[in-house]
């Protein structure tokens, strides 16, 4: 499959902060696999769109935890996540990542 103007229209990544962030339309597909917010218990503070982001530049980029950019959560939102992800997240997440890094480019 090579790629055309249409396709690499639909998967430029011009709008957003990183490349490694989430477009809408991904947010749409991962977000199902978050785990719900805890009830009884203290409202949810952080943004899991940014801290899945966070996890994708991160897993992208192979930086450390200590230089991660300022403008997505602290380091301890995204290092630890409350609640933890649960395995369908972890293996979504890997697989984004493979995504990104490969540049959306197919493999075989």
Known sequence: MHWTDTARREHARLSQRYASDLTDRE?????PFLPPP??????RSADLREV??????LLSMGCQ?????????P????????????????ESM??????ICSGFRRTS
Do not use: C, H, M
């Not at 947010?27 to 977000?31: G, H, N, T």
């Not at 805890?38 to 409202?43: H, Q, S």
């Open 75 to 90: 380091v301890s939102t995204v290092q630890l996540p409350t609640p933890l992800p649960t395995a369908e997240f972890a």
């Open 94 to 99: 890997s697989a984004w990542s493979g995504l």
């Open 38 to 43: 805890r009830r009884p218990g203290r409202p």
């Open 27 to 31: 947010w749409e597909l991962l977000a």
């Open 52 to 57: 899945a982001n966070a996890i994708l530049y």
């Open 65 to 73: 935890w200590r230089i991660l950019p300022k403008d997505f959560p």
